[in-house]
Structure formats: structure tokens, C-alpha cells
């Protein structure tokens, strides 16, 4: 079993800049892609960034340019530092890695974009 724990969320204004933290525990051995998913109120969960271990990113379009994916394999974590937040940024978010085949989640961590 692999435990994901985020931090980080809260409540920001539109333009201001935010950073997410995931560590993983228990059972690890090899974790593969790493990353970040995010739900917004009657919404569908969406892809926000991935990493593999090799350090090759992904990014949905709507987060080009602003938000930033990155992990330290050594200590089994993973961040995202999001510059330029949107009110349509405002979601739960969700880290997310694979390991031998089976996905692990997170509980989650509310980032608010509004003034």
C-alpha cells in the first residue's frame, strides 16, 4: 500500500500564486508517473500535470505556461507550483502515482481562487 498525503491548499486571489506538496509513504519501491489531478463542483476530475521518474512532464492546456510540475524521487515527493491562478483554477486537487500497476490517490487539498 502507498499513502498520499497533500498540502498546501487555501484561499487565494486571482493572480496570486500557490504551492502544492505531496509526500508518498508506506510501501514503496519503484513509483512510476507521479501527479496531479483536480475536481471542480459538478465536475468531471481532470488531468492538471504529470511527471514520469525520469522527470518528463504533461500539462493540460489550460495550465500551460503557469503551472510548474516537479519531484524529488529521492524523498517520494511531488509538488505543483501554480503562478497566475484563475477563479477557474478553484478546485480540490489530487495527487495521484502508480506503482507496479495500481493508482493511489490522495485525499485531497481545496485551492479557492476568488477576490
Known amino acids: 500500500q502507498v499513502q498520499l498525503v497533500e498540502s498546501g491548499g487555501g484561499l487565494v486571489q486571482p493572480g496570486d500564486s500557490l504551492r502544492l506538496s505531496c509526500t508518498a509513504s508506506?510501501?514503496?519501491?519503484?513509483?512510476?508517473?507521479m501527479g496531479w489531478y483536480r475536481q471542480a463542483p459538478g465536475k468531471q476530475r481532470e488531468l492538471v500535470a504529470i511527471?514520469?521518474?525520469?522527470?518528463?512532464?504533461n500539462y493540460a492546456d489550460s495550465v500551460k505556461g503557469r503551472f510548474a510540475i516537479s519531484r524529488d524521487n529521492a524523498k517520494n515527493t511531488v509538488d505543483l507550483q501554480m503562478n497566475s491562478l484563475k477563479p477557474e483554477d478553484t478546485a480540490v486537487y489530487y495527487c495521484?502515482?502508480?506503482?507496479?500497476?495500481?493508482?493511489?490517490w490522495g485525499q485531497g487539498t481545496q485551492v479557492t481562487v476568488s477576490s
Open positions: 495521484n502515482t502508480v506503482q507496479v500497476g495500481r493508482s493511489y
Open positions: 508506506g510501501s514503496i519501491f519503484a513509483l512510476g508517473v
Open positions: 511527471i514520469t521518474s525520469g522527470g518528463s512532464t
